[in-house]
């Protein structure tokens, strides 16, 4: 076992570093051991460098993912100053994007919206210390409509949405960007947070009465599954006054002179 492990920090050197400068030396070796190396089941209490300092995290590989690309990886950090008030997180999974938020920005009222029954119990436990974090249950649609998972037997983190009819056992509430700011009585969207597994290419189809209310969209797009999706987005965000840029599967759009 201790070969095992001298081989697994000698070909994952890079994270192993990626862990300590972003967590800290005593946080990143433990965490480090805790997700990569040591094989626990259950539940695993994380412990972030930052905070209301613990996140809870299930023992699969898309809990763990979901984390080191948010606080290893930080691929929502912004290379912008700004002071946002109004952050929706769209496809909250567990909240590990709403509680990155809810540190780097601590005056900022976040709103982590999430289908999955499966998610919403850990979401609510990661988020229960933070109470400038509303969850609302429920999947970012394209049109009011109630929706259900397409896909149960996915993983946590790729499910996706379908309508359904009527008020069926798995049904929920799908929201549109409209209906949440009309809900909570937002005039703006400093930063809209997407990851919504394909159900952006018909978002961004319809962006008439929403778009223009946003600051900055950090989305994940889904074209290896949907294909589409990088072209709906494009179009929408090239009718208004935003600068974009792109990394891997995540499109980041700013809007020019909004903060």
Known sequence: MRNHNLKYFAMNG??????????????????????RLRRRTGIL??????????IYLRSNKEDRQAFE???????YKLKINLTP????DGGAHIGCASLFFANRYPDAKIFAIEPAHSNLELLKKNTAM????????GGIWYRK??????NPLAKSAAFTLTETTGKTEDAVEGYTIRDICAIQNLQYIDI???????????LFSDYEGWLDRVGVVIAELHDRHIPGCAAAFKKAIITQNFRCSFRGHMAYAIRENYF
């Not at 690309?69 to 691929?75: A, G, H, L, R, S």
């Open 14 to 35: 890079k994270r192993f570093i990626s862990y300590v400068l972003r967590l800290g030396l005593i946080k990143g070796i433990q965490n480090f051991l805790l997700l």
């Open 45 to 54: 209490r994380v412990s972030l460098n930052s905070g209301a300092s613990n």
């Open 69 to 75: 690309d948010v606080f290893v990886k930080q691929i």
């Open 85 to 88: 008030k109004i952050i929706i």
């Open 130 to 137: 933070y109470p400038q974090i509303e969850v609302m249950h």
């Open 145 to 150: 409509s109630q929706v259900r998972i397409k």
């Open 192 to 202: 809209l947070k997407l990851d919504i597994e394909g159900s952006e290419k018909e």
